[in-house]
């Protein structure tokens, strides 16, 4: 299971503990949101403003594109087939004119004439010479119908009214589908005859059926009824009714935007062939231009995704790592606060120990010698040496003097080596002074005391009084966590040829396993409103890693915490300075393999 506490920076579950439980205090984590939302909007703002701006401008281009792709279209097309219907009603106009009636009435000239029309531009079936009675004079084609044979009264009397005629798409004789062409021509001598052709409805589907469209694309004739005149893809055959609306046409060509019957939206482009009863329709689904639009555009916005999250990473990167500076400086400055405080708080420590010593050894210089007078006294007067229990008082008043002077030359000793200084370090030594400073609450308390060495431990060279200290915190921190008659256990050994071990394990209430990467920051103790400062472990940490060593805790609760220190046999010759730039943040983030904990 993939554990993200490993991704979490150093900064993100920071709290400052000098600030007290109620206190405001600077929240690294707060900073850190705010750059990356700000950095983030700032960022991403114009690059998504620009997107959007692209996605509609590429949308309405497409758009437009499409709709006037269609016009287009539609407009070449019904070009196309006003064309070849203008270009057959000029040939039978020119018929008319170059032949006189007689002429077109003369057995076979109508057949040559008609095989002339098909060789020479195709599309004719037949032809007929109507008179002013609508009865078929003369006839040329493929039917063989009677010279008494009436004209429909439609196409005769339209071709009258209006000199032209189209009618619309039928089916013929011999499943053939043709469409009726008359004209009216007007004889000099008075009267007129109609000249009528039956015309192949190839020449409507041809233009039509060789558009180039998409698949789902679609193009048809209708008429003004909305009967399909040529056969379509998707709505219906030839005759029959198309399941679309017509809309009100105008001269020229239009598109718009509406649904088919299947609920689909389409584009429609519509234009009316002039004198003619046809429309020119042709239907492309708004979804195949949307295909065409989204495929660059998903492309696009891979891309734009793929900065997206470039930038993100890189904003979320760069914020961390600028906020872990601050946090580090940060911790650096609150270290440096502390040690001074703890150094000038423990230096007047020893200079009232040094003082306080200083006063007691005369008096007690005086008891000594004046207790040893009275002695002298007693000896020599027969009738007080033979007293024994006033011999012996005498002699617990001089056996307490010298426990006095042995306690005040360990508070001096003590007291002068609390300056830093490098010299010879005898580790064994130095922490039996710092127990007997605790024998008598031991004693009280009825605490066990060990101290092991584990081979040979040499004397070496280091700062006397950062050695003072830190195993005084120690053991002072473990006296204070056990309760009355625990243990504490001192191990002394070798770690390489380069280092010493000193470990301080005791048996007290322990330290919670939430709280213990908090051990070594300042002013958090868990003693709050028991005299617990918090700066010892603190300070500690300082002076074990300005000595070039490490420190490591380990604890279960109610089973006692474990402190193990590691130093060099060798001192580092290091500015306090550089120590002080020495945190438990910087250790962690150097790879240290200390484990923060919680003080007790």
Same mark, same amino acid.
């Given at each position: 299971? !993939? ?5 979490? #920076? ?9 600030? =007290? ?11 850190? &949101?705010?750059?990356?939302? %700000? ?6 703002? #114009? ?12 949308? /309405?281009?497409?758009?437009?594109? +499409? ?47 008609? +095989?002339? &029309? ?15 009675? *609508? ?7 493929? &039917? ?28 013929? /004789? ?64 030839? %005759? ?38 046809? !429309? ?11 295909? !065409? ?11 734009? &995704? ?28 609150? /270290? +440096? ?19 306080? +010593? ?5 008096p007690l210089a005086i008891i000594n010698q004046k207790t040893g007078l009275i002695k002298d006294l007693f000896t020599i007067n027969s009738d007080y040496s033979g007293n024994e229990k006033l011999m012996r008082l005498v002699d617990d008043v001089l056996a307490s003097v010298r426990r006095c002077g042995a306690i005040t030359r360990r508070l001096l000793d003590f007291a002068r080596h609390m300056e830093s200084s490098i010299e010879a370090v005898d580790i064994e030594a130095i922490i039996r002074q710092v127990l007997g400073f605790m024998e008598k609450e031991a004693e009280r308390r009825c605490i066990v005391v060990s101290v092991t060495v584990q081979g040979v431990i040499p004397i070496f060279e280091s700062d006397r009084g950062n050695v003072q200290q830190i195993f005084l915190n120690l053991i002072n921190n473990a006296f204070a966590a056990m309760a009355d008659g625990g243990r504490l ?20 209430? =322990? ?68 120590? *002080? ?20």
């Amino acid at each position: 299971m !993939l554990n993200l506490s490993r991704f979490k #920076p150093r900064f993100w579950d920071h709290r400052d503990a000098a600030s =007290g439980p109620g206190g405001i205090h600077f929240s690294f984590r707060r900073k850190w &949101l705010m750059i990356v939302a %700000f950095t983030t909007v700032v960022t991403l703002a #114009p690059l998504l403003v620009m997107t959007l701006v692209d996605y509609r401008l590429t949308r /309405q281009a497409f758009e437009s594109e +499409a709709t006037m792709g269609i016009a287009r279209m539609v407009s070449n097309t019904w070009r196309s087939v006003s064309f070849l219907l203008s270009q057959r009603r000029a040939a039978l106009e020119f018929v008319a004119r170059d032949n006189s009636l007689p002429d077109l009435l003369a057995p076979g000239r109508l057949d040559a004439i008609l +095989a002339n &029309l098909q060789g020479g531009m195709g599309g004719f079936v037949d032809l007929a010479v109507v008179d002013t009675d *609508c009865t078929v004079q003369a006839y040329a084609g493929q &039917l063989a119908i009677d010279r008494s044979r009436r004209e429909p009264t439609v196409c005769f009397d339209h071709a009258v009214a209006n000199g032209f005629f189209i009618s619309d798409v039928s089916l013929n /004789q011999g499943q053939n589908h043709g469409l009726v062409v008359a004209i009216r021509h007007n004889l000099e001598v008075g009267g007129f005859f109609v000249l009528r052709s039956t015309l192949d409805a190839g020449l409507l589907d041809l233009p039509v059926l060789g558009l180039a469209m998409d698949e789902d694309d679609d193009a048809f004739i209708v008429n003004n009824r909305g009967v399909l005149q040529t056969p379509t893809r998707q709505y219906g055959k030839r %005759f029959e009714k198309v399941p679309l609306t017509i809309p009100e046409t105008v001269d020229g060509t239009r598109t718009l935007r509406t649904v088919d019957h299947a609920g689909r939206s389409i584009l429609m482009g519509i234009a009316p062939i002039p004198d003619s009863p046809f !429309l020119l329709m042709m239907v492309r689904q708004e979804s195949g231009i949307m295909d !065409l639009w989204l495929k660059p555009r998903m492309r696009l916005i891979g891309f734009l &995704l793929f900065s997206i999250a470039m930038i993100l990473v890189s904003i979320l990167g760069v914020a961390t790592y600028l906020v872990n500076r601050i946090h580090a400086a940060d911790q650096r400055r609150v /270290q +440096a606060l502390h040690q001074v405080e703890y150094a000038n708080k423990l230096s007047s420590i020893g200079r009232l120990a040094s003082g306080v +010593a200083h006063e007691i050894n005369n008096p007690l210089a005086i008891i000594n010698q004046k207790t040893g007078l009275i002695k002298d006294l007693f000896t020599i007067n027969s009738d007080y040496s033979g007293n024994e229990k006033l011999m012996r008082l005498v002699d617990d008043v001089l056996a307490s003097v010298r426990r006095c002077g042995a306690i005040t030359r360990r508070l001096l000793d003590f007291a002068r080596h609390m300056e830093s200084s490098i010299e010879a370090v005898d580790i064994e030594a130095i922490i039996r002074q710092v127990l007997g400073f605790m024998e008598k609450e031991a004693e009280r308390r009825c605490i066990v005391v060990s101290v092991t060495v584990q081979g040979v431990i040499p004397i070496f060279e280091s700062d006397r009084g950062n050695v003072q200290q830190i195993f005084l915190n120690l053991i002072n921190n473990a006296f204070a966590a056990m309760a009355d008659g625990g243990r504490l256990d001192v191990t002394i050994g070798r770690k390489g040829a380069t280092h010493i071990t000193v470990t301080v394990a005791d048996t007290g209430h =322990g330290i919670p396993e939430a709280d213990l990467k908090r051990v070594f920051e300042p002013f958090f103790s868990t003693r709050t409103g028991h005299g617990g400062t918090g700066l010892g472990l603190s300070v500690t940490y300082g002076m074990v890693s300005e000595m070039g060593g490490d420190i490591k805790v380990s604890s279960q609760l109610n089973r006692g915490t474990s402190f193990m220190v590691t130093l060099p046999l060798k001192a580092l010759q290091e500015s306090p300075a550089a120590a *002080c730039a020495v945190s438990p943040a910087n250790r962690a983030a150097a790879g240290s393999p200390i484990k923060e904990g919680k003080t007790t």
